[in-house]
């Protein structure tokens, strides 16, 4: 691992680290945030997936999570959207496919699959690393993040129930297999094969059984794609007749920013110690 940065953030410490992937096949670049508390003793780790055309750096400039993080004593992750590298499979007149929109799947079709494995990365590989090179408690493990990775980390979560405690997400993309956005960057990754595409469903996971306990979900009445792109009211009927929580918060006024993200980031991270301990 190496260290691209480190500097000192309300008597933690914010770093910026590369490594080379296994899972991606490239070098991958994370960002992690370390609490003062976990100089002394291992912190819950709470992980942050981005959206698309981000990196590990949008939340880490504009999501002003450090102050309430150093104060709750949670370790924050914030990973890359995809892999990255000269070599590497990209789209690059298409924001919505290839580098910066990993869409935290394992890719089965060529030329993608080689490089295009996030799930793999996010759930396996990363965890791995943080647990050697941080003093995290990976017994208290929450997941939350923005658009495509409020994808990510609901369908994450739903899928792996006993590792994490909580899970919350900014203006999600609740149905993918469906979302004008992300229907072609699916068919890409997953091939024609509709049926593949549920795993990196939540609504459709919902369906076929896969449950988590509950969810925080913030969503900007003003977001330009609410209509055609997230659409959270689907998951509002996906899990009726479930035991799964909802707290689906509609703000009017707030569109799909980092603005938006900042104002309740304090809100989210509250929820998840909480329910991290």
């Not at 680290?17 to 945030?33: G, I």
């Not at 590792?163 to 149905?175: H, K």
Request: glycine fraction near 8%.
């Amino acid at each position: 691992m190496k260290i691209l940065s480190q500097n000192t953030a309300f008597g933690g410490m914010q770093g910026v680290f590369a490594h080379d992937s296994d899972a991606c096949k490239c070098e991958m670049t994370f960002a992690v945030f370390v609490p003062p508390q976990a100089v002394l003793e291992r912190r819950p780790v709470l992980w942050y997936l981005s959206g698309l055309t981000c990196t590990h750096q949008n939340v880490m400039e504009k999501g002003e999570y450090r102050r309430m993080a150093a104060e709750l004593g949670l370790i924050i992750v914030c990973p890359d959207t995809s892999p990255r590298g000269n070599d590497v499979p990209d789209e690059l007149t298409n924001w919505k496919m290839g580098k910066g929109a990993g869409m935290y799947l394992d890719a089965t079709q060529e030329p993608w699959a080689e490089n295009y494995r996030m799930y793999t990365y996010i759930t396996e590989e990363l965890p791995a690393l943080v647990a050697e090179q941080f003093r995290v408690d990976m017994d208290r493990q929450g997941i939350f993040g923005h658009s495509m990775g409020g994808h990510g980390a609901m369908t994450i979560a739903l899928k792996n129930p006993e590792r994490f405690r909580s899970c919350s997400a900014f203006a999600p993309i609740v149905e993918p297999s469906t979302a004008d956005w992300t229907v072609d960057a699916f068919e890409k990754y997953l091939g024609p094969d509709k049926a593949k595409w549920r795993e990196y469903d939540a609504c459709a996971l919902v369906a076929d059984g896969a449950r988590f306990p509950e969810f925080l979900i913030d969503q900007g009445s003003a977001d330009s794609f609410l209509e055609n792109g997230l659409r959270p009211w689907l998951f509002e009927d996906a899990i009726k007749d479930t035991e799964i929580g909802l707290r689906l918060r509609m703000h009017e006024r707030y569109d799909h920013s980092y603005y938006f993200i900042s104002t309740f980031m304090d809100d989210h991270l509250r929820w998840h110690a909480e329910r991290l301990g």
